[in-house]
């Protein structure tokens, strides 16, 4: 019986650890001034970014600097919003009315999984700045 108790006990245990790291997580990038903070988020799939202070701000998600297959999206200006990222991969972003002073941003969703087909973007100017953060973080992990 004793037994029976204590692989009845490592399973439930293990179960709950195995439960608890399923757990999504929320992380909050802040707009301050001209920049994001922190211009580099890196988090796990299913995990959710919530953009805060968004006064005179937007989150414009850019066609050919997220993942192949994911939808590109634009935020209302001035809005708080939140987006949940599956899928792996890095995620540029830039502030439409800011881009020029460098307002922008990276999610790196688990593996860098687009890595090479971010450096084969020809990409100047604040964005450009951005985008070579964001290659840097990769090659860092």
């Not at 953009?51 to 998600?61: K, Y």
């Amino acid at each position: 019986m004793k037994t029976i108790k204590s692989i009845f006990t490592a399973l439930l245990l293990s179960g709950l650890l195995a439960a608890g790291s399923a757990i999504a997580a929320d992380h909050t990038v802040t707009a301050r001034a001209l920049a994001f903070d922190p211009v580099v988020i890196k988090i796990a799939p299913g995990d959710t970014v919530y953009w805060d202070n968004m006064a005179t701000h937007n989150v414009n998600m850019m066609e050919g600097l997220i993942p192949e297959g994911t939808e590109a999206f634009t935020s209302a200006m001035s809005e708080n919003i939140n987006r949940t990222f599956d899928k792996e991969g890095i995620y540029i972003y830039q502030c439409d009315p800011h881009i020029g002073a460098g307002m922008g941003g990276v999610v790196i969703v688990g593996e860098p999984t687009n890595l090479d087909a971010i450096k084969s973007q020809d990409v100047k100017g604040g964005l450009g700045r951005v985008v070579d953060e964001a290659i840097e973080a990769a090659e860092a992990m």
